[in-house]
């Protein structure tokens, strides 16, 4: 059962619930994921802040999981749980629904260049799927260096009613930052965060 896994674990997800049902088990802990996890210094610290809670952090290259997998275990870490998996798959049907409280997508590649844009993954689809996973009062908190795509996402943002902008909801972790973060920073870029909170009864 899944809480009965101890210790920081990397999962290869094959797309199906059970997997995720094993990682996440029955129990009733507060559950936040870190989509495109990266390096892992963000999901890491929240899982050191909240030894109590259970952080999944995804991502696609499984060399920096690994990394991280090893550098969790090292540091005896016990409830950060690795997902090698597509994040728009993760959040399309790999997780329950209404199985996370907090979903934390931060520096996601934001695709500058036109020709490119069509890879971005914050869209109204997207969205909508981050909904299905996401708790009812559950917070949608994101954040990237690049100013374009963030005036992107509040636009999209603007039309989805059951998102309600909630500063408040990530006023817990002003301190911890992503490795991406830290490296715009020093180099003198600004990174805003915005937080939403999911309230599905106000949808129109
Ligand atoms: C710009 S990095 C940001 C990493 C981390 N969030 C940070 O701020 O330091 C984007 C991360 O998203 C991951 N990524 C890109 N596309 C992805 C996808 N479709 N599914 C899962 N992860 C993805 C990349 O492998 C990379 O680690």
Not at 14 to 20: E, K, L, Q, R, S
Not at 119 to 142: N, Q, S, W
Not at 158 to 170: C, K, N, S, V, Y
Not at 171 to 197: Q, Y
Request: hydrophobic share 40%.
């Amino acid at each position: 059962m899944g809480h009965l896994l101890r210790g920081t674990m990397l999962h290869l997800l094959t797309g199906t619930y059970c997997v995720i049902d094993t990682i996440l088990g029955d129990t009733d802990r507060t559950v936040e994921l870190d989509l495109g996890c990266g390096k892992g210094t963000f999901a890491l610290g929240l899982a050191a802040l909240y030894p109590e809670r259970l952080i999944l952090g995804s991502d696609v290259m499984l060399g920096r999981l690994r990394r991280l997998e090893r550098k969790a275990q090292r540091l005896g870490v016990g409830n950060l749980q690795l997902l090698r998996a597509n994040n728009l798959d993760l959040v399309a049907y790999q997780l329950p629904p209404a199985s996370v409280h907090r979903v934390h997508l931060l520096c996601p590649d934001p695709w500058p260049k036109a020709r490119h844009r069509i890879k971005r993954l914050v869209t109204t689809d997207f969205l909508c799927r981050v909904a299905r996973v996401l708790r009812p009062g559950g917070i949608l908190h994101m954040a990237t260096d690049h100013l374009p795509y963030f005036d992107a996402w509040a636009r999209i943002l603007q039309r989805l009613e059951a998102f309600r902008p909630d500063p408040g909801g990530i006023s817990d972790i002003r301190d911890l930052h992503t490795d991406f973060e830290l490296l715009w920073r020093e180099n003198g870029r600004s990174v805003p965060h915005v937080a939403f909170r999911f309230e599905p009864r106000s949808a129109g």
